[in-house]
């Protein structure tokens, strides 16, 4: 059971309790738990061949709106997504450099049902002021240096310990390609039987199927699929197939927002919600 699974159902009991209203706000707990995974992955540090870092202290920024919902809860929300980071961290093989906190914080700047999520890497014999944030991806600062005697990354080099890129899934039998696209093929019906992991996308009520190493999302006729859409760059996005699968942005003019966060870079889960431009694309995976 994966972890994002067994953190809904710890929630499970608290619905219809303490809980009950704060789950009809647009930010919803598990959103917040995908997000603090993905900024798990995206600023892992190689240390040695037998440990990589990852952040231990975590600020989830909130709208006005939605902080004003969260916060009366903020205590027992905190320790709950902590331990869900915990779990995470120790099925990837992930280490702590100190204690693990996750606190919620309000943000001016977002609209509800928008959320940022900071992180950084705090030694435990480190006072905490003396600790650098690491900066967040997509809101267009400079990345901030490491604390002195923290791994030393380059600014614009992809985080040591990213995922590596993934390897395409098998090939399933189905229609030939269609038109224009390598990558796309039409959805299989209800009674496809192909082996490993389907998995699609679905945009303004058209299902597009991933196959090969990568799907380019883009206004660009070369695009794999063509999203007609002004506020869309020619090759705006890229999606990548694999364990986990992944986007990144490809270097367009208004970047992208995964699951209600801006960023360059973050991994898929089935459901995760893409807005390029005013498009948005649900993509999707089911276990074959």
Same mark, same amino acid.
């Given at each position: ?126 006072? =905490?002021?003396?600790?650098? &944030?690491?900066? !967040?991806?997509?809101? $267009?600062?400079?990345?901030?240096? *490491?604390? /002195? @005697? +923290? ?16 390897? =395409?899934?098998?090939?399933? &039998?189905?229609? !030939?390609?269609?038109? $224009?696209?390598?990558?796309?093929? *039409?959805? /299989? @019906? +209800? ?98």
């Amino acid at each position: 059971m994966g972890v994002l699974k067994k953190f809904e159902q710890r929630l499970e009991g608290l619905v219809n309790g303490t809980f009950a209203k704060v789950f009809k706000s647009e930010v919803q707990p598990v959103e917040i738990a995908g997000a603090l995974q993905r900024e798990c992955d995206n600023n892992a540090t190689i240390w040695n061949r037998d440990r990589t870092v990852v952040p231990n202290d975590f600020i989830v920024e909130l709208s006005p709106h939605d902080h004003e919902r969260l916060s009366p809860y903020a205590g027992q929300l905190g320790k709950e997504l902590a331990g869900m980071v915990r779990e995470y961290a120790e099925a990837q093989r992930y280490s702590f450099m100190g204690p693990l906190q996750v606190t919620l914080e309000k943000a001016d700047d977002l609209d509800t049902g928008l959320y940022r999520v900071r992180s950084r890497t705090l030694a435990s014999e480190e006072p =905490a002021q003396q600790a650098a &944030p690491q900066q !967040p991806q997509g809101y $267009g600062r400079p990345p901030t240096p *490491p604390a /002195p @005697g +923290a791994p030393w990354q380059q600014p614009g080099q992809a985080p040591y310990g990213a995922p590596p890129p993934p390897a =395409a899934p098998p090939v399933m &039998p189905t229609a !030939p390609p269609a038109p $224009g696209g390598g990558n796309v093929r *039409p959805f /299989p @019906g +209800a009674g496809h039987s192909g082996a490993g992991t389907r998995r699609w996308i679905e945009v303004n009520g058209n299902r597009h199927q991933i196959t090969g190493n990568a799907m380019v999302l883009g206004r660009s006729t070369e695009a794999d699929v063509r999203i007609d859409d002004p506020g869309v760059s020619r090759k705006h996005a890229e999606i990548r197939p694999g364990t986990p699968a992944m986007v990144l942005d490809l270097g367009s003019t208004n970047g992208i927002v995964v699951d209600g966060q801006h960023t360059q870079r973050a991994t898929l889960r089935d459901g995760s919600r893409i807005v390029l431009g005013s498009t948005t694309i649900v993509y999707r995976q089911v276990e074959g």
